[in-house]
């Protein structure tokens, strides 16, 4: 807790000094002092003393008990959440190229099997899920989702 | 009176109330729901209402938060988790008064004094705003600029519990506002090159992300299997509800009122209202030690207070465009779409949808009886809908409501990062509130800012020349100031007091 404190605090510092840097560029309203630089400029020195601190304390508490001890052994699936960025992203890559009812199921489908649903419900609920949602936003909503190859078709 | 038949005939009709009713049920499910949060519903509830007019959208929101703060306490009661977080503070006493053999009365206290606080906190709302608002008219750029700053003192130093981490979350909300050409200078900020940048960050996905897709990353991660606590059928939940009323009005009354203050200070929201009138409630009770053992005196206490604290957040939302809590934040950015723009102004120009909104308040906690008692009736099997099924369904949701926002990727691009922003800061101990209260107040506080800064030409004592705006500067600066009189405070009495 205390070390990543530390580091998240060395990393803060950090962006803080390329805002500082990005906002001597910005342009001043003509005949003030100040201008776009200004609020940029004020969150990079904020963000500076923050970080700053945040290593100073983390420094400080080295060596005490860590906080996070009293729930510590607990199971964690960081590949679920992995999937799920994976399906983000691959949605904002695929969607518009091969359309969304191919898309939406398949990233439907990876997800139920990252949270360990079984391939029943998952292949019923990421067929039922996408017609749904279809349904609800394209016919009802008129949402225009992607159709990509599966445009002669429709 | 006018406005107020019109705001009748605008609530009164059949597509409104259907919404409503629709957003109730949404609400009670997603809200007895773990791992599925009030302001999730909120989010998840936007791109929909944005196919709707005014008044049924932030209906919608109405009453669907409203629902699901109530419904949270029904999975606290039969498996220990809470719904939402709103209802975290009691869930250990509402689990073990069902353990004892007494779900109904964890169950129904939970439903009649959220019914009951909720009352109190829209009472307070439909006469405090308006008096609030026209004292507002008469505010100048320096009244606001103080006012965003308080703002965003009470996010960092009364909602959170590391000052020095809220600070952060702040100041990162306040760096995503930053983007885009909307700017004194209307020079383009951290564009980079990209024109869907120029228009700055759009809020919607930016919440949609922060709170949905960062609950399915959380959910993702973690393994809960939780135990329902009882398999008999329910009794009657209202049985005993009126003694408890006799019993505990101070406590109703406390919990209300504390619950709509904090709903009303930025940042602060329905779970904080609770914790902290769960710890008054023990504090001034006669029977502390019963405390965690089963007792209601609590969960009277801090079910009112979650619930008040909705109406409370709406008094600021409303009247000066500052959120009183997430729930809120996303409010605004419903109310910029469709051209209710919040500021005393509405309250001039757009009375009948102010007062319907007055409405829809009353009437949602009303609803809450009857639709409450049903949802309790069902909690069982609706418990028993494994959350697995239910997460990536409303992934694809988010994902396509990100999208629907401004139909393009882009939306679907910045949900992504926001929900696994989100996650981390959590995961990290950033309070994720403080970062939406940036975001959404950021352009206020620099347009205010500078137009307070020209008017000053250069003496900076015109800042508090004015009475309102002197009284919140200085309050502000003495929050501020207050960890280290209180350390210098402490210095002084260790060197004055024995060894």
Redesign the interface.
Known sequence: MKFTDRWLGLALALLAGAVLWSARDFPAVPGQKFGAGFLPTLVGAGLLLCGVALMVRGWRARGAPSLGGLDAPREEHFGSAAVIVGVIVGYTLLADRLGFLIVAPLGLLATFKALRVGWGPALLWAACGTVLVHFAFYKLLRVPLPWGVLRPFY | MDAVAIAFGLVFEPYVLTVILLSAIYGLFVGAIPGLTATMATALLV??T??MPPVPAVAAIVTATAMAIFSGDIPSALLRMPGTPASAAYADEAYRLTRNGQPELALGAGLVFSVLGGLFGGVVLIFAAPSLAEIALRFSSFEYFWLVMLGFTCAIFIAGRDP??G??SL??G??I??VGLD?????P??TFGNAELTGGISLIPLMIGMFA?SE??R?????NKPVMAIERPFGNVFSGMWALIRKYPMQLLRGSALGTAVGALPGAGADIAAWMSYAISKRFSKEPQKFGTGHVEGIVESGAANNSALGGAWIPALVFGIPGDSITAIAIGVLYLKGMNPGPTLFVHNPQNIYAVFIVFILAQLLMLPLGWMAIKAAKQVLRI?A??L???I???C??GS??IN?T?FG??V??LA??LA?FMER??FPVAPTILGVVL?KM??EQ??SS??KADGNLFVFFERPIAGTLGVLTLLIWAWPLLRHGAGRLSRRGGPA
Request: charged share 5%; aromatic share 16%.
């Open positions: 791109p929909v944005f196919f020095l981490k600070c952060v100041l990162i306040l760096l506002s930053c700017n004194p200078a209307g020079a900020r951290y897709v399915v990353l959910f993702a991660v973690t393994v494994p697995g099924l997460m990536p369904l992934l694809l949701f994902v396509v999208f629907a139909n990727l679907v691009i949900m992504g929900g696994v996650f990290w101990g950021g506080l620099e800012f500078f800064l020209i």
